[in-house]
C-alpha cells in the first residue's frame, strides 16, 4: 500500500430538498467517512491505499464495504461487529452556506474498534500512516488504536499524517484540545484548516500557528485558509498557495479530505511540496461543486481539466 488510514464510515442520508429537515420526507442515501474518502480520493488519483474500519453484521455495513471496495481501496481490514450497528449521518443543507450534520453513531461498530485490528506487517510496509482526529474521539479503544498503528509507523519509519478534523460534536472542548495536540506532536504532516489550529492552541494568525506546530516536531504543516488556498511551513520556508477560484460551491463538506488526498497524491508522484499543495488545493476545490461527500473526487484527467495545467 503507499497509504493506510483509519476510521469510521457512515450511511449519509441527505434531503432532497434544502431548507430545514424537519419539514423534509425524503432523502437520498450516500456514504460518508472522513477516512475512507480521503481514501477513495487517493484511489481515483492511481494510487494503492488501504482503509482500516469496523462495520455493523447489517445491510448498510455490507454497502458500506462494498461500496468502498468498488471505488478501488483495500478493505482486507474492515472488520464486522455481530453487536453493533453502522452509524448514519444526516447532512441538513438550509442553505450553501448553512449546512448541519446530525451524527447517529455513538455506540456503533466502529466506535469498538480496538487494538487488536492493528496489523504490524499492514502498516509497515506503507509509505504513510494517514490519522484524523475523528477516530480518537469515538472511544477509548478507537484513542488505544490509533496510537498503536502510530506506534508501528514510528517503529518502521512510516511517515504519519494527522488531520486534526475537529468535531466539536463528539467530545469536550478540553478532551479535544488534549488528545489533538498529542497527535500533532507524534505525527510528520499535520494538515490542520485555520480555525482547528486556532481552537487547538488558542492564538490567531497563520504563521504564528504554522510555527507553533513544527515546533512541536512536525516536519512539514500545511494550514488550510479555505477558498484562498494553504500555506506550508517547513523549518525553513513558508508560503501561501493561492486555491483555483469555484464559481458556485455547491456542498463544501469532505473538501478538507479532498485536500489531503491531493495533497499526498503529489507527493507519491515526486512533486514538490508547493505543486502537491496547489494539487490538494484544486482537489479539495473540486469536491465543493458536487453533491456528497466524495461524489466529486476527482480523476487525474479532471484535475488537468479543472486546472488546464499539465504541471498540477
Ligand atoms: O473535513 P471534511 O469536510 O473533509 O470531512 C467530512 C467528513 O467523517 C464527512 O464525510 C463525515 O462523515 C466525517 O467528516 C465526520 O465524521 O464528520
Ligand atoms: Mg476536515
Excluded at 505525527?187 to 510555527?211: H, N, R
Aim: hydrophobic content about 40%; proline content about 3%; overall charge negative.
Amino acid at each position: 500500500m503507499d497509504v493506510v488510514t483509519i476510521g469510521e464510515t457512515m450511511v449519509l442520508f441527505t434531503p432532497i430538498t434544502n431548507g430545514p429537515m424537519r419539514y423534509v420526507g425524503q432523502f437520498t442515501r450516500s456514504f460518508g467517512g472522513s477516512e475512507s474518502n480521503f481514501a477513495i480520493g487517493l484511489a481515483r488519483l492511481g494510487h494503492k491505499v488501504g482503509w482500516i474500519s469496523r462495520v455493523g453484521d447489517d445491510e448498510f455495513g455490507r454497502a458500506l464495504i462494498s461500496f468502498v471496495r468498488g471505488e478501488g481501496v483495500d478493505v482486507s481490514y474492515v472488520s464486522v461487529d455481530e453487536s453493533a450497528q453502522t452509524g448514519v449521518f444526516f447532512k441538513e443543507i438550509k442553505t450553501e452556506q448553512n449546512i448541519s450534520v446530525y451524527y447517529y453513531r455513538s455506540g456503533s461498530a466502529a466506535s469498538r474498534m480496538s487494538p487488536d485490528l492493528i496489523d504490524e506487517d499492514y502498516i509497515k510496509k506503507a509509505r504513510y500512516l494517514h490519522i484524523s482526529g475523528i477516530t480518537p474521539a469515538l472511544s477509548d479503544s478507537c484513542y488505544e488504536t490509533v496510537h498503536k498503528a502510530i506506534d508501528i509507523a514510528k517503529k518502521h519509519k512510516v511517515q504519519v499524517i494527522f488531520d486534526p478534523n475537529v468535531r466539536r460534536k463528539l467530545w469536550s472542548e478540553e478532551r479535544a484540545r488534549e488528545v489533538l495536540i498529542e497527535l500533532v506532536s507524534r505525527s510528520d504532516i499535520v494538515l490542520p484548516g485555520i480555525t482547528e489550529a486556532e481552537f487547538m492552541f488558542g492564538d490567531k494568525g497563520p504563521e504564528l500557528l504554522g510555527k507553533k506546530i513544527l515546533t512541536l516536531g512536525a516536519k512539514l504543516v500545511v494550514l488550510k485558509v479555505g477558498a484562498k488556498g494553504a500555506y506550508y511551513f517547513t523549518d525553513d520556508h513558508h508560503e501561501l498557495v493561492p486555491s483555483i477560484k469555484v464559481q458556485h460551491v455547491v456542498d463544501p463538506v469532505g473538501a478538507g479530505d479532498g485536500f489531503a488526498a491531493g495533497f499526498i497524491s503529489g507527493l507519491l508522484d515526486g512533486l514538490t511540496t508547493r505543486e502537491s499543495v496547489a494539487r490538494g488545493c484544486a482537489t479539495g476545490a473540486i469536491v465543493t461543486m458536487y453533491r456528497g461527500d466524495f461524489e466529486g473526487l476527482p480523476t487525474k484527467q479532471e484535475l488537468l481539466d479543472f486546472t488546464s495545467d499539465k504541471a498540477v
